[in-house]
C-alpha cells in the first residue's frame, strides 16, 4: 500500500509560510508603533519644555505644556494617557527667573496592535518617557 505524495510539498509549504508570516507582521507592526511612539513622545517633551518656557509665569506654562504634549502626541497618533513633569535648578520656587534650567519629564505609553485585553482593562503596551532639558534665558520680555 503505497501512497501518492504528490502535492504535499505545496500544502506544507504554504502551512510553514502561514505559520512564519503572520507573527513576522504582528512583530514589524508593534515595533513600527512603538518607534512611531517613541518618537511622538520626545518630540512632545521639546515641546512641552518649549511652551513652559515661552510662558510668562510657571502656572501659565504647566497648563500650556499639558496642551503642547497632548498635541504633539496626536500629531503621532498616539492617544493614550500622558504625564508631565516639570522641574527647574537652581531655584525650584521660580522656574521663569534668569539663568535657570527647565526639566521636562514626560511618559506615556503605545498599546501593542492586535492583541486582546487578556488581562485587566488596558490592552498590553510598551511604556515611553521622555526628558527634556533647556535654559529659560537671562533676559526675558515682561508683560505691559
Same mark, same amino acid.
Given at each position: 500500500?503505497?501512497?501518492?505524495?504528490? !502535492?504535499? =510539498?505545496?500544502?506544507?509549504?504554504?502551512?510553514?509560510?502561514?505559520? &512564519?508570516?503572520?507573527?513576522?507582521?504582528?512583530?514589524?507592526?508593534?515595533?513600527?508603533?512603538?518607534?512611531?511612539?517613541?518618537? /511622538?513622545?520626545?518630540?512632545? =517633551? *521639546?515641546?512641552? !519644555?518649549?511652551?513652559? #518656557?515661552?510662558?510668562?509665569?510657571? =502656572?501659565?506654562?504647566? #497648563?500650556?505644556?499639558?496642551?503642547?504634549?497632548?498635541?504633539?502626541?496626536?500629531?503621532?497618533? #498616539?492617544?493614550?494617557?500622558? *504625564?508631565?513633569?516639570?522641574?527647574?535648578?537652581?531655584?525650584?520656587?521660580?522656574?521663569?527667573? /534668569?539663568?535657570? #534650567?527647565?526639566?521636562?519629564?514626560?511618559?506615556?505609553?503605545?498599546? &501593542?496592535? &492586535?492583541?486582546?485585553?487578556?488581562?485587566?482593562?488596558?490592552?498590553?503596551?510598551?511604556?515611553?518617557?521622555?526628558?527634556?532639558?533647556?535654559?529659560? /534665558?537671562?533676559?526675558?520680555?515682561?508683560?505691559?
Amino acid at each position: 500500500m503505497s501512497r501518492d505524495d504528490r !502535492g504535499s =510539498a505545496v500544502v506544507e509549504f504554504v502551512w510553514l509560510g502561514v505559520l &512564519l508570516l503572520v507573527p513576522l507582521v504582528w512583530i514589524l507592526l508593534s515595533v513600527f508603533e512603538v518607534q512611531r511612539g517613541a518618537y /511622538g513622545t520626545t518630540s512632545a =517633551a *521639546r515641546a512641552a !519644555g518649549r511652551a513652559f #518656557v515661552l510662558a510668562p509665569d510657571d =502656572a501659565t506654562g504647566r #497648563v500650556r505644556a499639558e496642551q503642547a504634549a497632548r498635541l504633539a502626541l496626536a500629531d503621532q497618533g #498616539v492617544d493614550a494617557p500622558v *504625564r508631565v513633569e516639570i522641574s527647574c535648578t537652581p531655584v525650584p520656587t521660580d522656574c521663569h527667573s /534668569g539663568t535657570s #534650567v527647565v526639566t521636562v519629564r514626560l511618559a506615556t505609553r503605545v498599546d &501593542l496592535p &492586535l492583541l486582546p485585553r487578556m488581562f485587566g482593562d488596558t490592552p498590553p503596551s510598551v511604556s515611553l518617557d521622555a526628558t527634556h532639558r533647556l535654559p529659560v /534665558g537671562r533676559f526675558q520680555e515682561r508683560g505691559r
